[in-house]
């Protein structure tokens, strides 16, 4: 190793420090929401605020290294050169110094501190457009530190502008990007494919409006340099899974997998996949906002990329298991020195992703199973028609109905049946899975509706106390008689409840006197009652009783009474129980074979 991740980290800040500016450190993955950019995908992101010119606690000259994830290249992930997570090296000027110094250090580092060849160095500047003008001015400053003026090209706002896409209001502007060839020993490199790009600094003085560019007060100035590229390209090697980021997880996967990385092929591959997710969900699970895998937002992404994972660990040979000593390596070698947080958080991480490995393995055999029939349905269809007809065109899509129920029953991410659609050279049905989801949700909608409808016959006070008693009653069932026991029904007027449950036998009368105790205790306690959405699988997670059918993918809206009743349940409810009066239990029946039947009062 030329140089280390940590040698590397260390160089870089200590550079820019030279240079006047305050290390800011780095901020959470997720993006402040501002933009509505759901991860920061570039170092500058948290920076925007000051970046259109409110002023920085920090001063007027920052540096840092970011965390920064780019979903957008999940399924290039698998080659030598994609990542999901990947950290931004970079550094600011808010309205201080712009083009004459950012040349000149950009320059300096990369040949006297990193001892990059000045011949061999090419830039790229911005052409110009109806909206900025040609870069002459950084030309001729590249020119003058000594880059060859063969080696300076000027290229369309596609190649040269720098801004976050899909934005308004936000800062962008023309920029000067760095490349150096790849093999450094080929004898006259041709521009650009055999070169590499190591960094940019954008010359930020725009901010982006509804139709075009408007002139920032002050200009900035914005550089980033990825990190792991870049600790790749000094280490000359074309495989940016060889440095010493990710040697120690690679080790791991080849030790429990009895495969060797150098062989190549598919397997390389899974270990390139399984390393990387498993970084990314340690800094998503151990971000400062700890991102749990869910069904929504950046949770959806992580439980995307987490399955993906594990679906790779089976491809390798290896149990979701491996994940966790991968993490381990992560956490431990390569990232705790610098994200302190993840140390710390060490146990609960690998928790998680146990957690959330488990729930998947339970359904991941039964998915594809259940795929295979899919396939093999397609592939008889296909072999039937084409004896009937010749001129059949064999089916090549995946059905959206069928893609649905892979979501819905086994919790295959869309992406995922789509990827193992692809391995056999098929497409999925994507605006038919996104019918079949609405279908769902409507059905789902008119379901719930009905069922506040026949539960509770109406909303007055008095049904409302009712309903809560219930979800005590139910606790209550549960503690006195047996953790078996569930809701099978009810029946609300303003006079009175109906409660069925299951149990085998009568209720004797001090298992009854003791569930109405239990209840006016808790009335007595005058708990809080909360209410809070959550993923289905956060609710089960967290031990909500309720209907888990298929609602797989869904927002669920929960009640809890203190620590005595968790239920997945659509309301309306009472905010705390003392308002609840005295509960009382009239009756218990049998309704039908194993449910018996509660009768009670609130007086
Ligand atoms: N914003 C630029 C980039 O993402 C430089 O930080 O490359």
């Given at each position: ?44 992101q948290?920076?925007?605020?000051y ?37 931004m ?71 040269n502008?720098?801004?976050l ?37 954008v ?48 080790a ?49 992404i ?33 990232y ?43 592939a ?81 006070e ?59 205790e ?62 009382r ?19």
């Open positions: 190793m030329k140089i280390t991740g940590k040698e590397l980290r260390q160089k870089w800040l200590d550079f820019y420090k030279s240079k006047g500016h305050a290390d800011i450190g780095a901020v959470s993955l997720i993006g402040d929401g501002a933009t509505g950019v759901m991860f920061n995908v570039a170092g500058m948290p920076l925007m605020p970046l259109l010119g409110k002023p920085h606690p920090a001063g007027k000259r920052l540096c840092n290294v970011q965390g920064c994830m780019r979903t957008v290249d999940i399924d290039s992930v698998g080659d030598a050169s994609h990542f999901t997570f990947f950290e090296m970079g550094n600011w000027s808010l309205g201080d110094y712009f083009k004459k110094e950012k040349t000149a250090w950009s320059f300096e580092l990369l040949t006297e501190v990193f001892g990059l060849d000045k011949d061999k160095l090419c830039t790229t500047v911005f052409e110009g457009n109806e909206s900025a003008p040609r870069d002459e001015e950084t030309a001729s400053l590249l020119i003058s530190l000594g880059i060859r003026p063969e080696h300076v090209f000027y290229l369309p706002k596609s190649d502008w720098w801004e896409e899909g934005t308004v209001g936000t800062p962008c502007g023309p920029d000067n990007e760095w490349f150096y060839p790849l093999d450094p020993s080929k004898k006259d490199p041709v521009f650009p494919d055999d070169y590499v790009e190591i960094g940019n600094d010359y930020m003085q725009y901010r982006k409006t509804e139709t075009g560019y408007e002139p920032l007060d002050h200009k900035n100035v914005d550089t980033g340099f990825g990190f792991d590229r870049m600790l790749s390209f000094l280490n000359g090697l074309s495989d940016a899974y060889l440095t010493d980021l990710f040697t120690g997880a690679l791991v996967l080849e030790k429990l997998s009895g495969k060797r990385y150098a062989d190549g092929g598919e397997d390389r591959r899974a270990m390139r996949i399984i390393a990387d997710h498993t970084r990314t969900a340690v800094m998503l699970i151990g971000d400062e906002t700890g991102v749990l895998p869910s069904n929504v937002g950046a949770g959806y992580l439980r995307r990329i987490m399955r993906r994972a594990i679906r790779y660990c089976r491809t390798l040979g290896v149990s979701s298991d491996a994940m966790l000593a991968v993490a381990d390596v992560f956490i431990r070698e390569v705790s020195e610098a994200y302190p947080l993840l140390a710390e958080r060490e146990s609960y991480i690998l928790d998680e992703i146990k957690k959330e490995a488990d729930r998947f393995e339970a359904t991941l055999q039964q998915g594809m199973k259940e795929f295979e029939k899919c396939m093999q349905g397609i008889r269809k296909n072999e039937f028609m084409a004896k009937s007809d010749p001129a059949y065109i064999p089916e090549t899509t995946v059905g959206g109905k069928a893609a649905f129920r892979l979501y819905d029953t086994y919790g295959f991410p869309l992406e995922l049946t789509e990827e193992l659609a692809a391995e056999r050279g098929f497409g999925v049905d994507r605006a038919g899975f996104e019918e079949a989801f609405k279908e769902h949700q409507e059905k789902s909608r008119v379901i719930a509706k009905g069922e506040a409808k026949g539960g509770l016959e109406s909303h007055s008095m049904a409302t106390k009712y309903h809560t008693a219930t979800h005590l009653l139910n606790a209550a069932l549960k503690t006195v008689l047996s953790p078996d026991c569930n809701q099978k029904g009810s029946n609300i007027n303003d006079e009175r409840m109906r409660f069925d449950f299951n149990f085998p036998r009568p209720m004797t009368a001090e298992e009854i006197a003791a569930v109405e105790a239990l209840v006016n808790k009335i007595a306690e005058d708990l809080p009652v909360v209410y809070r959405e959550m993923s289905l699988g956060e609710a089960r997670q967290e031990h909500f009783v309720g209907v888990f059918d298929s609602k797989y993918g869904e927002v669920v809206k929960t009640y809890s009474i203190g620590d005595f009743s968790k239920e997945m349940c659509g309301g309306p409810h009472v905010e705390h129980t003392g308002v609840l009066g005295h509960f239990i009239l009756k218990e029946q049998s309704s039908s074979a194993g449910i018996r039947r509660i009768k009670a009062v609130l007086e």
